[in-house]
Structure formats: C-alpha cells, structure tokens
C-alpha cells in the first residue's frame, strides 16, 4: 500500500474520536427494472459524532480499485 501511495497511515490524535465507516449497497435499476448497475459507496456513521467536535470536518471517502485490491490481497496473505 505503501508502494502504491493509497494511504498514508498516521497515529490518531489523543484527544480525537474516530468515526466509523460502513458499506452501503444499492442496485440500479433500467427502465425494464432489471438490475443495470451494482454500486457500493463508503460512508461515515454519522451517529457517532459528537456536536462540536466532529461536525466541523466533511469526509467523502473514495475507495479505488487498486486499493481495495491490495488490501483484499494483503488480508488474504496475513489469513485475516
């Protein structure tokens, strides 16, 4: 992941929460309603929040391919 600059993996702030993320999928439809598109989009638990401190900061979270390749890849290997 390195390699490829995905990420940069940084310590957590102390006095920070972490919000979590969840996957959600949707399938599109066409006008025969048959299923034309699988889509599945990232997103942050906005529940989790705290008013004051975590709302200040927007996340648009986008997993690309090669990402969640390496990371799949990288699980298999390390039997996650």
């Known amino acids: 992941m390195e390699k ?3 990420w940069t993996l ?3 702030p102390k006095d ?3 919000i979590g ?3 959600v999928f949707k399938n599109k439809l066409n006008e025969d309603g048959k299923v ?3 889509k599945a ?3 942050c638990k906005g529940y989790s929040q705290e008013e004051g401190i975590d ?3 927007t996340f648009a ?3 690309r391919l090669e990402g969640v390749r390496t990371l799949l890849a990288y699980a298999a290997y390390k039997g996650f």
């Open 4 to 6: 490829n600059k995905i």
């Open 61 to 63: 979270p986008i997993a």
């Open 55 to 57: 709302y200040r900061e």
């Open 36 to 38: 034309s598109r699988n």
């Open 16 to 18: 920070k929460n972490v």
């Open 21 to 23: 993320t969840k996957w």
């Open 41 to 43: 989009r990232l997103v």
């Open 10 to 12: 940084v310590p957590r």
